[in-house]
């Protein structure tokens, strides 16, 4: 019996529905930035998703931010890593107080970036990676030195201090002069150990090896050493910084097709507070541990 050869309309309707079959089952791209952190929670979502029976392809630390965000954009890559306060350069808001709120900043950056770019931010984490003052811990126990209000009594009372900062946080007005004027405290140029560049690492260095006679560094509250070289973070109760919290960022599309990435991702995050994500970052930086298996220990852990 002769086979009756498709129309045209049925021969379009077909190759649509195979198209879509085939896109559907695409794996979905997951990148991240080229830093330690990028690369931790790059693995984190991959392997989750992977847990999860959705295929991966693995496009990892990739680049600095706008080389990654760009790629998202274009629909390179599906998903990645990113920072609610970055929102600030993104949509040029870099005035704007919604930044130093978690909470605003969070509402802020999805609504901005679904509406231009059709981008889904997920649950973050808890964890903040903004500018912080971190002081050698044995000092902050001596003293119950918890928060930069602490920090500014403390100093009040003469008690010895020196900072190891770049030439960037002492002068930038939105770094060491913010906390200076939000919480009342000056510091002298002999209680100042300038660096150049901006690299936190020599900063925890200087404050742990006590270089010229310094306790306490510039760091970002998530570095990786900061646990392994007993540091410890001044908390910014008074919201002084921009709030940087990581979150996935998915394109709408993507998320329409796998539903269920918002739900096997939440629940990572939601477990990533500022020390376990110190912790994770200095298993790498500082143990010397591939991503990949910090990741896959940190859900082991989770599953049990």
Known sequence: MMTRPLSRCAALAAGTLMAF????????????KIDTEGSVLGQLILQRLTQGGIEVEDRLQLGGTSIVRQALISGEIDLYPEYTGNGAFFFDMTDSPVWKDADQALETVREKDREANDLVWLTPAEANNTWAISVRGELAREHDLATLEDLAAYLEEDGDFKLAASAEFVE??????????????????????????????????????????????????????????????????????????????????????????????????????????QRLNGDVAVNGRAPAAVAADFLDAMND
């Open 21 to 32: 079959s085939v896109q559907a089952q695409d794996p979905v791209v997951i990148s991240s």
């Open 172 to 277: 930038s007005p939105q770094a060491l002069p913010a906390f200076q004027e939000a919480y009342g405290f000056e510091l002298s140029e002999d209680q100042l150990l300038v660096l150049s560049g901006g690299n936190t690492a020599a900063t925890m260095r200087a404050a742990a090896q006590q270089t010229s006679n310094v306790n306490a560094a510039m760091t970002y509250g998530t570095d990786g050493g900061l646990q392994a070289l007993d540091l410890v973070v001044m908390d910014d109760t008074l919201g002084v910084q921009p709030v940087y919290q990581p979150a996935p960022v998915v394109r709408e599309s993507v998320l329409e097709t796998y539903p269920e990435i918002e739900t096997l991702l939440t629940p990572v995050f939601q477990a990533l507070d500022l020390e376990t994500l």
